[in-house]
């Protein structure tokens, strides 16, 4: 039997087994609020906890959220599952952001709050962590896909 859908498979578990394989060394390695500059003033390791959304956005709100992270990771589960052979851009996107969910969605089920640690302090954004990137990388995927698909007309101008 042949995995429908593959690409997508692969990527939503490279996703999850990256983003949990550096939440776990994270933890194991820094204090809460510790950081490693690795170039200092611009980019720094920061362990912090976020009870919230990407960007401490509702904070504090991570009972709703730990259930949006499962109805998300559902439906791309059953997506890939159940519908159609996906082009290339899609399963890849559809793959890492169902990774990325999952990530921090068991983050909020087991911890009650996600664990963050990049920290780009050049242009002062939010420390965040390989979950919302795969996440963010795989929306991108997803343009790229739709900048593919044309749209067809089947009506006729006569």
């Not at 994270?26 to 009870?51: A, K, R």
């Not at 002062?124 to 698909?149: E, R, T, W, Y």
């Amino acid at each position: 039997m042949r995995l429908k859908n593959r690409l997508f498979w692969i990527a939503a578990f490279i996703a999850f087994f990256l983003d949990q394989i550096t939440k776990y060394w994270v933890v194991q390695t820094f204090s809460l609020e510790q950081t490693l500059p690795l170039l200092p003033g611009i980019f720094h390791f920061t362990y912090v906890t976020n009870t919230g959304a990407a960007f401490s956005l509702f904070t504090g709100k991570v009972e709703w959220l730990r259930w949006l992270s499962l109805g998300v990771s559902l439906v791309l589960i059953g997506l890939a599952s159940f519908g159609p052979t996906l082009n290339f851009w899609d399963q890849l996107g559809y793959g890492l952001i169902l990774g990325g969910a999952m990530g921090n969605g068991i983050d909020r089920f087991v911890l009650g709050y996600v664990v963050d640690f990049l920290d780009f302090r050049l242009i002062n954004f939010p420390v965040f962590n390989i979950a919302d990137s795969f996440i963010s990388i795989g929306i991108v995927c997803l343009l790229m896909a739709s900048l593919q698909k044309t749209p067809t007309s089947n009506s006729r101008w006569d």
